[in-house]
């Protein structure tokens, strides 16, 4: 018998956001340095500023990456049929899949949009990102738990995060 159902990917949420904030804050670095070197590096600071407050402001209204708040309700192990994903591998395809959304955001740049808009955006991310890994440790330090996410397949439609919480060995 064949089954289709897959077992529930899952990483640590520690080295899943770390990796996360690293590749925003590169996102955010290659466009400001191509605003500044390739068009006006006033024009492309003035709008990096206004578009990481921006965000910044957005993000504390309605976090653009959700998943911090549901942090503290991990209590449930991972399924028995989980498969545990190391930083590495997880690394290798956030980044494809960051460089395809580079891409597709260069393409907006080219028709004339600044560069430094998109790297306001994805510098706001890399803090919500660290924002969220410092409450994440915040939540293993205090629980005394390892927590894990569950990683989608699809980025087309929108999940809520499911954590789990593995109580550590001393």
């Known amino acids: 018998m064949v089954t289709t159902e897959r077992p529930t990917v899952v990483i640590d949420v520690a080295a899943r956001w770390a990796v996360d904030a ?3 804050l590169a996102m955010s670095v290659g466009f400001m340095a191509w605003g500044v070197i390739a ?3 006033a024009a492309n600071i003035l ?3 206004v578009m990481a407050t921006v965000a910044m402001l957005l993000d504390r209204m309605s976090p653009l990456l959700p998943d911090a ?3 503290a309700q991990a209590h449930e192990r991972p399924p028995d049929d989980a498969v ?4 590495r591998r997880y690394a290798v395809a956030a980044a494809a899949a960051m460089a395809a959304l580079f891409a597709f955001l260069a393409v907006f740049a080219v028709i004339r949009v600044e560069p430094g808009f998109f790297a306001g955006w994805m510098a706001a991310f890399f803090v919500s990102r660290l924002r969220g890994l410092v409450a994440a440790r915040e939540v293993e330090r ?3 738990v390892r ?3 569950a990683v989608r397949r699809s980025v ?3 999940r809520t995060q499911e954590f789990y919480a593995t109580p550590r060995t001393a």
Not at 84 to 87: A, F, K, M
């Open 22 to 24: 690293v590749l925003f």
């Open 39 to 41: 068009r006006s590096s």
């Open 47 to 49: 709008t990096f500023a």
């Open 69 to 71: 708040a549901a942090l």
């Open 84 to 87: 545990r994903r190391t930083w």
């Open 142 to 144: 205090a629980s005394g």
């Open 147 to 149: 927590l894990s996410v």
């Open 156 to 158: 087309w439609r929108r």
